[in-house]
């Protein structure tokens, strides 16, 4: 990709970046290579926005791991921006590419002080702790974190999965329950509830499997992951002892129609491929109920 911009201008550069930040998009590679090969040498016509780029330049060196580059747009920024929030959380972030871990802490914990509303050092804070591989505290950050910004539906998504690391199922699920609440339709959402309480095991939680892989399926029939937690769910169910006789028949009858619906999709997908067809076919065989 770096090639593209190899004849291009020092304002058709600066508009590449100026898009890119508009976007939010990262591009890293190109987003150094252009700074490298073209920007540099111009940045005094940059005016005002000189800053900018060189933010977006300093983020773009830490994902490349240009750590020499970083450090060098984060010394301006810093000797222009001595008080800036927004410039001490990229000083916290250039510490924890060097695994500087506490110092960056002490940074974050200054910039909280400063601003309690300021949710982005919060984070820093979570992504830190599970870099040290401390998942506990890395949890009770985002449990504080939550108390404050109830609405960030990220911060739930990545507080069921620290739960999940720590086997503690029934937390990960109150996670997932949060944000089914805030988007009762996507499908993903309630597909992973289901997995959970399928992850739990019992009775119970098998019926409420149940109950969500279905759901999962009838906001999106293509889910193929669903069909499949579901197909498993319902021979779970079929094989416990708190399972009533009258129960099983339409239990069978809900595993051959599901089992129907992963072949048509494999067919669908898999037209020219007999060979995948039939391995799905035999699968489904040993997967299937029996009345």
């Known amino acids: 990709m770096a090639g593209v911009y190899d004849n291009i201008t020092w304002s058709e550069a600066r508009n590449v970046l100026r898009t890119w930040r508009e976007n939010s998009e990262r591009q890293s590679r190109d987003v150094v290579y252009i700074w490298e090969s073209i920007l540099k040498q111009h940045v005094d016509k940059l005016g005002n926005e000189k800053f900018l780029v060189l933010e977006q330049v300093f983020l773009a060196a830490l994902d490349f791991h240009s750590l020499d580059l970083a450090e060098k747009c984060l010394k301006i920024?810093?000797?222009?921006?001595?008080?800036?929030?927004?410039?001490?959380?990229?000083?916290?972030?250039?510490?924890?590419?060097?695994?500087?871990?506490?110092?960056?802490?002490?940074?974050?914990?200054?910039?909280?002080?400063?601003?309690?509303?300021?949710?982005?050092?919060?984070?820093?804070?979570?992504?830190?702790?599970?870099?040290?591989?401390?998942?506990?505290?890395?949890?009770?950050?985002?449990?504080?974190?939550?108390?404050?910004?109830?609405?960030?539906?990220?911060?739930?998504?990545?507080?069921?999965?620290?739960?999940?690391?720590?086997?503690?199922?029934?937390k990960a699920a109150v996670c997932i329950e949060e944000l089914i609440l805030h988007n009762p339709h996507n499908h993903l959402l309630h597909q992973r509830y289901a997995e959970i309480k399928y992850s739990m095991g019992g009775y119970d939680n098998m019926l409420t499997a149940k109950s969500y892989f279905c759901q999962a399926i009838k906001l999106n029939p293509n889910n193929i992951r669903a069909l499949y937690g579901l197909l498993l769910t319902v021979n779970h169910i079929s094989l416990s002892q708190k399972c009533p006789a009258s129960k099983k028949k339409e239990l069978a009858k809900l595993s051959t129609w599901v089992s129907k619906q992963i072949d048509q999709q494999y067919k669908l997908k898999n037209s020219n491929d007999d060979t995948n067809i039939k391995q799905v076919e035999d699968l489904l065989a040993h997967l299937q109920l029996e009345v």
């Open 77 to 170: 920024l810093m000797t222009e921006f001595p008080g800036s929030l927004r410039v001490h959380k990229c000083h916290a972030m250039h510490l924890e590419a060097i695994e500087l871990y506490d110092e960056a802490l002490s940074v974050l914990d200054s910039i909280i002080k400063k601003d309690e509303t300021n949710a982005a050092p919060r984070k820093r804070r979570v992504a830190i702790y599970k870099a040290y591989g401390r998942i506990p505290e890395a949890i009770k950050e985002l449990t504080e974190y939550l108390k404050k910004f109830m609405s960030d539906q990220e911060a739930w998504h990545e507080l069921s999965d620290l739960y999940l690391q720590e086997q503690e199922y029934g």
